[in-house]
């Protein structure tokens, strides 16, 4: 038999893995055996394959057990005896296969033990906020970054002054603020600007809640400037 299959993490109890087969003298009626590698995962003391002992089925035993992310692979060693002689054992190696089932979880970019939350300050005059990217165990689905708008996060009032890049959540204002004139809040005359981001795998989502202070950029005098006078003047 091939001494390999692939088994998607989201396999259901009594789900067919492989069959193993055998030449030579027939096997007595408990001939088909796991003897090692079959590992119980969650510690229930339910293995994760079974074997029938007179076909040589391999079928999963606990689905709880299947988790790619915790356990990507299983060698199991399997052996056949015909209850005459010793046993033949061989290697079979079941691969666990990635399935959407993790959500993607935002980064603490700025450091401040809170991934569902970021507060960074922007002077006046700028429009670059931040990078608000996330990871995801999975391996299958794609992640996508969008803002929110109020319909679906009332908190996101000053969704429409932001810009979002959708495929590294980078985080600009569509136009740079002015301290002098700020245009943030419920009434728009706040330096405070607050925005739901989204992040999507395709099939589940986080979010994170962005307030944005706008800080006086303040008054620079340009130094090294010289001026010739006339003394008669």
């Known amino acids: 038999t091939s001494n390999s299959a692939n088994l998607a993490e989201d396999a259901s109890d009594d789900d067919a893995v492989l069959t193993m087969a055998s030449t030579g003298d027939s096997a007595d009626n408990d001939g088909w055996a796991i003897t090692g590698g079959n590992t119980d995962g969650d510690g229930d003391n339910n293995l994760p394959f079974a074997i029938n002992s007179g076909t040589g089925a391999v079928t999963v035993n606990d689905e709880d057990d299947l988790d790619r992310e915790a356990t990507a692979s299983y060698s199991l060693t399997i052996s056949i005896s015909d209850g ?25 970019d700025d450091s401040d033990g809170e991934s569902s939350t970021a507060a960074p300050s922007v002077a006046e005059n700028v429009q670059t906020v931040g990078t608000y990217d996330a990871t995801d165990s ?39 603020p002015n301290f002098e004139n700020p245009g943030c809040g419920a009434g728009d005359d706040s330096n405070t600007c607050v925005v739901m981001l989204q992040v999507s795998d395709t099939a589940t989502t986080d979010t994170i809640t962005v307030t944005v202070t706008v800080t006086d950029a303040g008054v620079t005098i340009t130094s090294g400037q010289t001026a010739n006078l006339i003394e008669s003047s």
């Open 84 to 108: 005459t002689g010793d046993d033949i054992t061989e290697t079979v190696v079941i691969t666990i296969t990635d399935v959407n089932d993790n959500a993607p979880v935002f980064d603490d």
């Open 138 to 176: 999975d391996t299958t689905g794609t992640l996508s970054y969008s803002i929110l708008d109020t319909d679906a996060a009332a908190t996101s009032v000053d969704h429409d002054l932001f810009s979002i890049n959708s495929g590294t959540g980078a985080l600009t204002f569509t136009n740079a």
